[in-house]
């Protein structure tokens, strides 16, 4: 049962544009939500989170808007950029005792063209 | 800036055989977390700590894999025998493990091939 799911593999941005990747869970317990970056080789690098009670946040180039009746978060990158190419995990997790255990989607891989 | 350390960082082994990884998390974080990226997919948690303790194991297939940490730091993750099945990234994460501090914080990972 996959709780989390990012329904497009790969995405395709003019260098400039907006990027926008998409995330929907299912889990209603779900109350904090996390966006990584990971490139080759490397680990998941922190991006930016949002909790429940909230519905944007913001940082630099980085936003993330989350729809709770639609089970829904996206992530907006403006302008995009070619380091930005990457793949990009969104993880949730359902808050236990303040030690997270996150459950991510599969990943949509970003590529930025100049 | 602290990092979570892990080694080895490529690991070729042959099925059957004993195979270990280590992982120091960044000072100071109680809970330190292991998991599994098979290509293609996103990370599963294997284990969780806090401090010493095991608080999730449920996804350790526990006949052949094993986790210590023994004294609340730094923590190996092990498996006995190998199976060709087990190739895949292992990733250690630490975080502070307080409520509010939700972020976790990955190692560059040990790249397992089974052959």
């Known amino acids: 049962d996959q709780q989390v799911k990012q329904n497009s593999p790969s995405l395709s941005v003019q260098e400039g544009r907006i990027s926008i990747l998409n995330c929907d869970y299912t889990?209603?317990?779900?109350?904090?939500f996390l966006w990584y970056k990971k490139y080759p080789a490397e680990g998941p690098t922190f991006l930016i989170s949002?909790?429940?009670?909230?519905d944007k946040n913001e940082d630099g180039r980085f936003t993330v808007f989350l729809n709770k009746s639609a089970k829904h978060l996206s992530l907006h990158i403006v302008p995009s950029q070619p380091g930005d190419s990457a793949v990009y995990f969104c993880?949730?997790?359902?808050?236990?005792?303040?030690?997270?255990?996150?459950?991510f989607g599969q990943g949509t891989r970003l590529t930025i063209n100049p | 800036e602290a990092e979570v350390a892990q080694s080895p960082r490529y690991k070729i082994t042959e099925k059957s055989q004993a195979v270990a990884f280590w992982c120091d998390p960044i000072?100071?974080?109680?809970?330190l977390y292991w998991y599994r990226q098979i290509l293609g997919q996103g990370p599963e948690l294997l284990v969780q700590?806090?401090?010493?303790?095991?608080?999730?194991d449920s996804q350790l297939p526990k006949d052949r894999f094993s986790a210590e940490r023994l004294k609340g730091v730094d923590s190996t993750l092990k498996i006995q025998p190998a199976e060709l099945g087990d190739s895949a990234m292992y990733l250690c994460?630490?975080?502070?493990?307080?409520?509010?501090?939700?972020?976790?914080?990955f190692g560059p990972g040990t790249r397992l091939t089974v052959t």
């Open positions: 994460a630490s975080s502070l493990g307080l409520a509010g501090a939700y972020e976790q914080y």
């Open positions: 889990n209603s317990m779900f109350d904090y």
């Open positions: 949002i909790s429940s009670i909230k």
């Open positions: 993880a949730a997790s359902a808050g236990y005792q303040g030690a997270q255990k996150l459950v």
């Open positions: 000072s100071g974080h109680a809970t």
């Open positions: 700590f806090q401090d010493e303790s095991v608080v999730d």
